[in-house]
């Protein structure tokens, strides 16, 4: 008897079936119900007991300058509801306000609107507290020490000067770093292109830097050390479920407390593989911004499914993607690389950029280019059209049941993954694997 599975598309659910001759192997199912703390409650009691770190109260004197380093509009964290616990116990401990800064970890990404900003720190606090977003350009930023690859790090003046350096945000599967949140906040967060860019280029290909995995990778392990040099003091983290819904908090010493939050984060969506299958379906949810939209496709083509298989993404995209992304496709494959997966890792060897600009631009192209040489991709969504689709290398299907009867045609036996929701997707593995290495 045929059986219906689906994937998420938002808050509805699109049905398909798997035809015979396909064995599902995986089949990832987490609990829908809605969490009941709310995150100011779960803020209060992590604060109450940090992981490596006095308390924040402990920590504060009358007189300090604090600089409260928070992400952008781009991450998920309820930034708005984890600040004003933060804020009363340094309000508490004698902090005055007109000493508190707030500062936007923008990396190298864009300008938040005014309205972002309301969203992301919230109306009554972005009237009460000094509220700057980072410039990674700017020219007065100040240098805290050198990579190992040797380029010189530089951040924020108000970050660097600050004699109390708290960051906020969450922990999630990271393609290179492993996770987010943590020392992340700091660098790239508060840092200067150059800097961000030296270490993205070279580390993103390394061995190691993968996700899911903080040990012995060195694209962590430099991120690590940049929070030392600048003297990153507290971290609180949010700890999301399947549906980037904050469920716990931790906080506390920026790596103590980030691998004790990584811990529990696998709790909540990470799964063990013992192999890949031949095909793998999964939502792109809850991702629906452009490059973001590669994020679950990584771990779906480079670690579920077997090289030479397929990868079918259902995606929502409702801005579509940038022009100038595509325009950037449209280069690389005009000058007909030999192999995808090899120009761009040697792109990324060499530092020379895919695209102008924004390095997040830059590492959805590096990541694109490596899964479609391994795996077919083929994206279904209402929201791309089959031109735009093209422009990435991938295949298009105006819905899940074509793209699986498509694939049958040409595996017409074959072992399957199901992934409802690939945001947070995150196949624990018996060992690291050589990604980017091809034969």
């Known amino acids: ?13 699109e049905s398909f079936t798997i ?15 809605v969490p009941q703390t709310p995150v100011s409650d779960l803020v209060r009691r992590a604060l109450a007991h940090p992981a490596g770190s006095k308390r924040l109260s402990q920590m504060a004197e009358k007189g ?29 401990a004698g902090i005055a306000r007109e000493n508190i800064t707030i500062v936007m970890a923008l990396g190298t990404h864009r300008l938040a609107s005014q309205k972002d900003l309301e969203v992301k720190i919230g109306k009554d606090v972005l009237q009460e507290y000094r509220v700057v977003q980072h410039d990674c350009h700017a020219k007065n930023l ?80 430099e991120v690590c050390r940049m929070a030392e040099a600048a003297g990153l003091d507290f971290i609180v983290n949010g700890i999301f479920d399947a549906r980037e819904r904050v469920v716990d908090v931790v906080a506390g010493h920026y790596e103590k407390a980030h691998l004790q939050g990584i811990e529990k984060s696998k709790r909540n969506y990470a799964f063990h593989m013992t192999e890949p299958a031949h095909v793998t379906l999964v939502s792109a949810d809850p991702y629906t911004e452009g490059p973001q939209i590669m ?15 397929a990868v079918i993404v259902l995606a929502r995209c409702p801005d579509g993607m940038p022009e ?15 192999h995808s997966g090899r120009y761009a890792v040697d792109a990324f060897k060499n530092a020379r950029p895919m695209a102008e600009g924004a390095i997040d631009f830059n590492c959805a192209i590096f990541f694109a280019l490596v899964c479609a040489s391994r795996t077919r991709i083929t994206i279904v969504s209402e929201d791309l059209d089959e031109t735009s689709v093209s422009r990435l290398g991938f295949q298009y299907a105006p819905s899940l049941k074509t793209a699986v009867q498509l694939e049958r045609e040409m ?21 690291l694997t050589h990604l980017y290495e091809f034969k």
């Open 142 to 221: 100040v240098p805290i020490g050198n990579l190992l690859t040797g380029g010189i790090v530089a951040i924020d003046p108000i970050v660097a000067e600050a004699a109390l350096k708290i960051g906020i945000g969450s922990i999630f599967p990271h393609p290179m770093n492993g996770f987010g949140g943590g020392a992340k906040i700091l660098f790239p967060g508060v840092a200067d292109f150059a800097s961000i860019s030296e270490h993205h280029f070279h580390y993103t290909p390394e061995p190691g830097c993968v996700l899911g995995h903080t040990e012995n990778n060195p694209f962590y392990k």
């Open 1 to 13: 008897m045929k059986k219906n599975y689906f994937l998420y598309k938002g808050n509805a659910k």
């Open 411 to 431: 595996q017409p036996k074959a072992t399957v993954n199901i992934f409802p929701l690939g945001g947070l997707l995150l196949p624990l593995l018996p060992s």
């Open 19 to 33: 035809p015979s001759g396909w064995t599902v192997k995986e089949h990832t199912r987490f609990p829908e119900t």
């Open 324 to 338: 100038a992304m595509l325009r950037s496709f449209d280069n690389i494959f005009k000058t007909r690389p030999e």
């Open 295 to 309: 994020k679950p496709v990584i771990p779906a083509s480079l670690m579920t499914t077997k090289p030479g298989g």
């Open 64 to 92: 300090m300058t604090v600089a409260i380093i928070v992400d952008d509009p781009a991450r998920a964290t309820p930034v708005a509801h984890m600040l004003p616990p933060i804020l009363h116990e340094l309000l508490t």
